[in-house]
């Protein structure tokens, strides 16, 4: 008998359960001083679809020539493309970080404004990025769905949603305000390290008395 739903108690679990695992790349990324929006967002676009352990050393790549929209304007497209080599789609990136970075100095004095509307607004800027960035950077309430998210939650039973645009939503609905900015920050390692897709660690679950299992056929 599977125990009603407490999320504090639940998310208090995984923190502790986590500990030991390397943080989600946006937050260990911030730890090591890139704590502007503008460098928390263009992190964001190269995790797109990238590893956080590819993530973090381009990141930080990038970082070490430049760390403001104006700084990232002296490099050319094709030196831009070069530095992210290793990332996905690192052509389309490079071309849409220049677009970001041209608005912020033209219509913006060179900084990203602290407006979920605006920076969605941005090209190639979605919910995640936008949320996630502003949450890392700002303290800007909001959930930010990933994979592993998307598949934790679903996996508790919680809700029952098919992309993770749709958990995302479904989530701010349910869950307290104060722990929207914990959701990626915890279930992302918990989900890649614990929870993960083939072949969960239910057996050492912090959380396994109050998750449903929903899709699980085989753990450990």
């Known amino acids: 008998m599977k125990r009603p739903y407490d999320i504090p108690d639940m998310l208090a679990r995984i923190e502790k359960a986590v500990v030991s695992f390397p943080k989600a790349a946006m937050f260990e990324l911030y730890e090591r001083g890139y704590t502007s929006l503008f460098e928390q967002l263009i992190s964001c676009l190269i995790s797109i679809r990238t590893l956080d352990e590819t993530t973090i050393p381009i990141s930080e790549k990038l970082f070490a020539k430049a760390r403001t929209a104006k700084e990232l ?8 493309e070069g530095i992210l080599y290793g990332t996905q789609y690192p052509g389309q990136k490079a071309y849409t970080m220049l677009g970001i970075a041209k608005i912020a100095v033209e219509d913006y004095g060179g900084e990203l404004p602290v407006d979920y509307e605006k920076l969605i607004a941005l090209k190639g800027v979605g919910p995640k990025c ?59 390692p918990f989900g890649k390290h614990i ?21 699980v056929t085989k753990h450990r």
């Open 195 to 215: 929870c993960n897709l083939h072949l969960p660690q239910c057996s050492t679950c912090p959380v396994l008395e109050y998750c449903r299992q929903v899709g």
């Open 130 to 188: 936008a949320k996630l960035s502003l949450g890392v950077a700002t303290g800007y309430e909001g959930i930010s769905v990933d994979v592993h998210v998307h598949r934790v939650v679903n996996r508790w039973g919680i809700i029952e949603t098919k992309t993770p645009e749709k958990t995302m939503v479904a989530l701010e609905d349910m869950m307290p305000k104060k722990k929207w900015i914990d959701t990626n920050r915890l279930l992302m």
């Open 73 to 80: 304007l002296r490099l050319t497209p094709q030196e831009l």
